[in-house]
């Protein structure tokens, strides 16, 4: 049981990562204190211009655990993030990638997008043999939510009993059961936080603070649910 990452952003610099990736003119990737989430001083700033070309987001390198299961929590904020409001504009901001730095279809990935006021957030795992599995849960305002995740790998290459959970301020969403993951589950080489795909009218920054990726199914938790107990818990 190991805790793999916590990225906080407060040693102010991009050190917590394996690396960063970022095409945007200017620079679209910064440390600020306007990222800075749930009571913290710094956070992750990603922009996006909605070209899908232009990436902004930092890494750490990961291999398919042992244990068959990962599991992470971070925090997003979509920051009124200006997008198409029937759904059809989304901004992939994290990622399980089969690569480091990105370049195809991530194994898992969460995207937000929005429908009329609500900003939504999207997950999806690969399937090995359908290509994805998606879970769509409207989150409703501009607000940082507590996101986190269980990706579990099915028992066998010719097992279809993987599985993704899905907590959105800690409260669990209908799961998706059932796929078969296995082969593409080893794939897994990283993980991925900012801007990595944007559509067209996609346009501004967006925050991610306050991850944690483990190894063991033991629930993280917002990170204000456990501070109390001191460094470690919920972080
Ligand atoms: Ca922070
Ligand atoms: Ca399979």
Same mark, same amino acid.
Request: hydrophobic share 35%; no cysteine.
């Given at each position: 049981m190991t805790d =793999?990452?916590? /990225? $906080?952003?407060? /040693?102010?610099?991009?050190?917590?990562?394996?690396?960063? *990736?970022d095409n945007h003119p200017g620079g679209g990737l910064s440390i600020s204190t306007s990222a800075g989430m749930v009571g913290t001083n710094l956070g992750l700033q990603a922009q996006s211009t909605g070209s899908s070309s232009e990436q902004s987001y930092a890494y750490v390198?990961?291999? #398919? #655990?042992?244990?068959? =299961?990962?599991?992470?929590?971070?925090?997003?904020? !979509?920051?009124? &993030?200006? &997008?198409? $409001? %029937?759904?059809?504009? *989304?901004l992939l901001h994290t990622a399980i990638t089969a690569n480091a #730095?990105?370049?195809?279809?991530?194994?898992? $990935?969460?995207?937000?997008?929005?429908?009329?006021?609500?900003y939504y957030f999207s997950f999806s795992m690969t %399937?090995?043999?359908?290509?994805?599995?998606?879970? /769509? /849960? =409207?989150?409703?305002?501009?607000r940082p939510y507590a996101v986190e995740v269980e990706l579990v790998r099915a028992s066998s290459d010719v097992a279809a +009993?993987?599985?993704?959970? *899905?907590? =959105? +301020?800690?409260?669990?969403?209908? !799961?998706?059961?059932? *796929? %078969?993951?296995? %082969?593409?589950?080893?794939?897994m080489a990283a993980y991925t936080a900012g801007v990595?795909?944007?559509? !067209?009218?996609?346009?501004?920054?967006i925050y991610l603070d306050e991850i944690v990726i483990r190894d063991h199914s033991l629930h993280i938790g917002p990170r204000s649910v456990r501070s109390w107990f001191g460094p470690g818990w919920g972080m």
């Open positions: =793999l990452y916590r /990225v $906080t952003h407060e /040693v102010g610099d991009f050190s917590e990562y394996t690396a960063t *990736i390198t990961i291999s #398919p #655990p042992a244990s068959n =299961l990962i599991r992470f929590r971070y925090y997003a904020d !979509p920051n009124n &993030l200006p &997008l198409a $409001t %029937d759904g059809s504009d *989304i #730095p990105f370049s195809s279809a991530g194994f898992f $990935t969460a995207s937000f997008a929005k429908v009329g006021a609500d %399937d090995d043999l359908t290509g994805s599995n998606s879970r /769509v /849960v =409207l989150a409703g305002q501009s +009993d993987g599985s993704m959970r *899905i907590w =959105l +301020d800690n409260v669990e969403q209908t !799961p998706v059961q059932n *796929i %078969d993951n296995y %082969d593409s589950f080893a794939s990595v795909f944007a559509s !067209p009218t996609a346009s501004g920054s």
